[in-house]
């Protein structure tokens, strides 16, 4: 599906930029391991730590604090930040708790929130909620938004 993705971005003039945080670098290791990403692919973010998603993604302190690192607003304030300091056609960010620990009742393990932004659209965010050890649940991530990002250009 990712050789799709930049086929398609490439015949389009499109680029893609990321800002990962649960998937600590997966998602830009997964599209740089097919021949053709760089004429698409400008870069990621992966802001791991809340300070890095404040100071390198412009996530504001107080929806830190308000919603949490793992919530539908810093996935919302992450891929807008992606694409103020990437200037990509394509954002995408991804945020939640891959586990064992740091869930909880409201947030349990598996949480996850991709943020989706084309052009000048409004971001798409979608929650969703994987179940399995911690690289199965990166790894369900990393495949979420690969196809949010192939399914956003196939409409």
């Known amino acids: 599906m990712i050789d799709k993705i930049i086929?398609?971005?490439?015949?389009?003039g499109l680029t893609i930029g990321l800002a990962e945080s649960c998937t600590g670098g997966m998602i830009s290791e997964m599209i740089t391991?097919?021949?053709?990403?760089?004429k698409v692919f400008k870069g990621a973010i992966v802001s791991y730590s809340d300070n890095i998603k404040e100071s390198l993604l412009d996530v504001s302190k107080e929806t830190l604090i308000t919603y949490g690192a793992v919530s539908e607003?810093?996935?919302?304030e992450m891929v807008l930040g992606c694409r103020k300091k990437l200037l990509t056609d394509i954002c995408v960010s991804v945020?939640?708790?891959?586990?064992p620990t740091?869930?909880?009742v409201e947030k349990p393990v598996g949480l996850v929130y991709i943020g989706l932004l084309v052009g000048r659209n409004i971001p798409l965010l979608r929650k969703y909620k994987?179940?399995?050890?911690?690289?199965?649940?990166?790894?369900?991530?990393a495949a979420a938004v690969i196809k949010l990002i192939y399914e956003a250009l196939s409409i």
Do not use: K, L, P, Y
């Not at 607003?73 to 919302?76: L, Q, V």
């Open 33 to 38: 391991s097919v021949s053709g990403s760089s």
């Open 130 to 141: 994987f179940n399995g050890n911690r690289d199965e649940i990166r790894r369900q991530s």
């Open 73 to 76: 607003e810093t996935a919302r």
């Open 95 to 99: 945020t939640g708790i891959a586990g």
């Open 102 to 104: 740091g869930g909880s």
């Open 7 to 12: 086929n398609i971005c490439s015949s389009r």
